[in-house]
């Protein structure tokens, strides 16, 4: 084929028409791109009307550092002081449906400088969270149905427990579980870094897992006894979990109650239920499961040969022997309040 | 009937693309939730399916047979990347609420077909007019499996709450399944039924009446 052949050939003629349509097709969307931009601006102002229902103005931007955007089980992303005097903050809530996340906006309100509860709750974006189709708009206002409790010092959570406000939606509780984790991580963000109130301590290393008023704590000479009743975590219920550490090592773990709803127990690993797994640990060996918020590692059971597919079990388990094992030295010097 | 009529009423209800060729079911399943998902689904396939039939018929004669495909998909992916574009600038909310099925339009089965058995071998005009009869048809198929899912799924019209009453099944995905096939089952009922009184009107007025027989007869 000679090369004038080749430009008049039926193939020459393919390629340049497909060339000339792309060409222009991609012009075409060139020029539109920037004629539709939509700015970041006009992002925002869209986020407000949605939120306000009317233009708001923002009087001031909150200053986020590394250390005050990391709430407890909660990101925030961003926050501002708004012209009624309230604050709007953008909070991402860990703990949903396959280590998802959930972001919300949050008004939160100001009662003469000090916290004064949610004003209102709009939906923004999610990470991995399948049934979010599940939650109508009206979810949304429970979470500022419950000012005077929040004032009181309550938190929400998807679990029937004193101190704090259920909110859950059935068949869909672990993004309900980031949803309470973004609003409770805006709230407290407001509390300690805007509203000037001290951040709660903990006394003891990973007691927000623990249901510490009806665990009890023995310690005996050379070790501790433990019977802690755990907090409910999205398909982990409350269950009691028997550890007896001596000399900083585990030497007894066993549960009582239910260990998973919804059918997961099959997936907790046989030496995590009967408790072999964590015999001769230390609190370093166990904490190294855990991340810096303190959720399972991502690989902390496929890398030790474990069964996966129950997390949230997997993780209450891992929290329990992380609390005996962490505040050991603690209560066997006598100095926890908790021991009998 | 005169060709463009034809052209209308074939897009709209004799071809139906969704209840009669049973195509575009990913986008009516996934968005008729609710009547205004519905709606503004079936908008935006008539905008690009009149956008995409008009340019494909202008290049029909220009396109190479080989290439065509590859070439009515860029031309399809265009116009939705517009649409994309013009609806998040403009009506926000709704962009929204189409989710991940706005830019899944560019492989919406119903677009590729008429540009491939309609657009490409005929007239601008004609195109342009099967576009809009095909993408009104369709419009019409997924507001009204959004009508009646929202009404029983969430008792509300158009996002206006008339009843506390609601069935869970009709939001979920077998409810979407179960509408899907009952408005079938009518569309495909009520639709023989008109062509069956159709031919029966066509047959009385060929048939010679009889008393114009018997004066032949006579005169003879």
Same mark, same amino acid.
């Given at each position: 084929?000679?090369?004038?052949?080749?430009?008049?050939? +039926?193939?020459? !003629?393919?390629?340049?028409?497909?060339? +000339?349509?792309?060409?222009?097709?991609?012009?075409?969307?060139?020029?539109?791109?920037?004629?539709?931009?939509?700015?970041?601006? /006009?992002?925002?102002?869209?986020?407000?009307?949605?939120?306000?229902?009317?233009?708001?103005?923002?009087?001031?931007?909150?200053?986020?550092?590394?250390? %005050?955007?990391?709430?407890?089980?909660?990101?925030?992303?961003?926050?501002?002081?708004?012209?009624?005097? %309230?604050?709007?903050?953008?909070?991402?809530?860990?703990?949903?449906?396959?280590?998802?996340?959930?972001?919300?906006?949050?008004?939160?309100?100001?009662?003469?400088? +000090?916290?004064?509860?949610?004003?209102? #709750?709009?939906?923004?974006?999610?990470?991995?969270? $399948?049934?979010?189709?599940?939650?109508?708009?009206?979810?949304?206002?429970?979470?500022? +149905?419950?000012?005077?409790?929040?004032?009181?010092?309550?938190?929400?959570?998807?679990?029937?427990?004193? &101190?704090?406000?259920?909110?859950?939606?059935?068949?869909?509780?672990?993004?309900? $579980?980031?949803?309470?984790?973004?609003?409770?991580?805006?709230?407290?963000?407001?509390?300690?870094?805007?509203?000037?109130?001290?951040?709660?301590?903990?006394?003891?290393?990973?007691?927000?897992?623990?249901?510490? &008023?009806?665990?009890?704590?023995?310690?005996?000479?050379?070790?501790?006894?433990?019977?802690? #009743?755990?907090?409910?975590?999205?398909?982990?219920?409350?269950?009691?979990?028997?550890?007896? #550490?001596?000399? &900083?090592?585990?030497?007894?773990?066993?549960?009582?109650?239910?260990?998973?709803?919804?059918?997961?127990?099959?997936? #907790?690993?046989?030496?995590?239920?009967?408790?072999?797994?964590?015999? &001769?640990?230390?609190?370093?060996?166990? /904490?190294?499961?855990?991340? /810096?918020?303190?959720?399972?590692?991502?690989?902390?059971?496929?890398?030790?040969?474990?069964?996966?597919?129950?997390?949230?079990?997997?993780?209450?388990?891992? !929290?329990?022997?992380?609390?005996? $094992?962490? %505040?050991?030295?603690?209560?066997? %010097?006598? /100095?926890?309040?908790?021991?009998? | 009937?005169?060709?463009?009529?034809?052209?209308?009423?074939?897009?709209?209800?004799?071809?139906?693309?969704?209840?009669?060729?049973?195509?575009?079911?990913?986008?009516?399943? =996934?968005?008729?939730?609710?009547?205004?998902?519905?709606?503004?689904?079936?908008?935006?396939?008539?905008?690009? @399916?009149?956008?995409?039939?008009?340019?494909?018929?202008?290049?029909?004669?220009?396109?190479? =047979?080989?290439?065509?495909?590859?070439?009515?998909?860029?031309?399809?992916?265009?116009?939705?990347? @517009?649409?994309?574009?013009?609806?998040?600038?403009?009506?926000?909310?709704?962009?929204?609420?189409?989710?991940?099925?706005?830019?899944?339009?560019?492989?919406?089965?119903?677009?590729?077909?008429?540009?491939?058995?309609?657009?490409?071998?005929?007239?601008?005009?004609?195109?342009?007019?099967?576009?809009?009869?095909?993408?009104?048809?369709?419009?019409? *198929?997924?507001?009204?499996?959004?009508?009646?899912?929202?009404?029983? =799924?969430?008792?509300?019209?158009?996002?206006?709450?008339?009843?506390?009453?609601?069935?869970?099944?009709?939001?979920?995905?077998?409810?979407?399944?179960?509408?899907?096939?009952?408005?079938?089952?009518?569309?495909?009922?009520?639709?023989?039924?008109?062509?069956?009184?159709?031919?029966?009107?066509?047959?009385?007025?060929?048939?010679?009446?009889?008393?114009?027989?018997?004066?032949?007869?006579? =005169? *003879?």
């Amino acid at each position: 084929m000679t090369v004038r052949q080749f430009f008049k050939s +039926a193939a020459f !003629r393919s390629f340049a028409v497909l060339l +000339a349509i792309v060409i222009i097709a991609g012009g075409l969307l060139a020029i539109c791109n920037d004629l539709f931009y939509v700015s970041a601006e /006009e992002k925002f102002a869209r986020t407000l009307m949605k939120i306000y229902g009317k233009a708001e103005t923002v009087e001031e931007t909150i200053e986020l550092t590394e250390e %005050n955007k990391k709430q407890p089980n909660a990101v925030v992303n961003y926050a501002y002081r708004m012209g009624d005097g %309230n604050l709007l903050v953008q909070a991402t809530g860990k703990g949903g449906f396959n280590g998802g996340t959930v972001t919300l906006w949050v008004v939160v309100l100001s009662d003469h400088g +000090a916290f004064g509860g949610v004003g209102k #709750v709009v939906y923004e974006t999610n990470t991995k969270q $399948t049934y979010l189709s599940k939650f109508s708009d009206s979810f949304y206002d429970h979470f500022s +149905a419950y000012n005077d409790r929040l004032k009181a010092g309550e938190t929400f959570s998807v679990a029937e427990e004193s &101190g704090s406000v259920r909110v859950v939606n059935t068949g869909a509780s672990l993004s309900s $579980t980031a949803m309470c984790n973004a609003v409770n991580g805006a709230i407290s963000f407001c509390k300690t870094v805007v509203f000037g109130e001290e951040a709660a301590r903990e006394t003891y290393l990973y007691e927000s897992f623990i249901n510490l &008023g009806q665990s009890v704590i023995t310690p005996e000479s050379g070790k501790v006894s433990y019977r802690l #009743v755990m907090k409910a975590n999205g398909n982990a219920p409350s269950f009691t979990a028997v550890i007896v #550490v001596e000399n &900083g090592a585990i030497a007894s773990y066993s549960t009582e109650g239910a260990i998973s709803t919804g059918g997961y127990d099959a997936n #907790v690993d046989d030496s995590f239920k009967n408790g072999s797994f964590f015999l &001769g640990k230390r609190a370093a060996d166990v /904490e190294a499961m855990l991340d /810096e918020d303190r959720a399972l590692r991502g690989d902390a059971l496929s890398s030790n040969g474990l069964k996966t597919g129950a997390t949230e079990s997997s993780a209450s388990f891992v !929290r329990a022997a992380a609390f005996a $094992t962490a %505040n050991y030295e603690l209560f066997l %010097n006598g /100095e926890g309040g908790l021991h009998e | 009937m005169n060709k463009y009529a034809k052209i209308a009423t074939d897009g709209m209800i004799a071809n139906n693309a969704t209840f009669k060729l049973v195509l575009g079911t990913c986008a009516t399943l =996934g968005l008729s939730s609710s009547a205004f998902s519905g709606l503004g689904m079936g908008l935006s396939v008539t905008v690009v @399916l009149l956008l995409s039939n008009v340019v494909i018929s202008l290049l029909r004669k220009i396109i190479p =047979g080989t290439v065509r495909i590859p070439a009515f998909i860029v031309v399809i992916a265009t116009m939705v990347t @517009l649409l994309r574009m013009f609806l998040e600038k403009f009506l926000p909310s709704l962009s929204e609420s189409m989710g991940v099925f706005l830019p899944l339009i560019v492989v919406n089965c119903i677009i590729l077909g008429r540009a491939e058995a309609f657009a490409s071998k005929r007239p601008v005009l004609e195109s342009a007019l099967d576009g809009v009869a095909t993408g009104l048809g369709f419009t019409f *198929a997924i507001t009204l499996m959004g009508i009646i899912r929202e009404l029983l =799924g969430s008792g509300s019209f158009f996002g206006v709450k008339l009843w506390e009453f609601s069935v869970g099944f009709f939001s979920n995905n077998a409810g979407a399944f179960f509408v899907y096939g009952i408005c079938i089952a009518l569309f495909v009922f009520i639709n023989d039924r008109f062509e069956k009184l159709r031919r029966a009107k066509r047959s009385r007025a060929l048939r010679v009446p009889s008393d114009a027989l018997d004066a032949e007869k006579e =005169g *003879a």
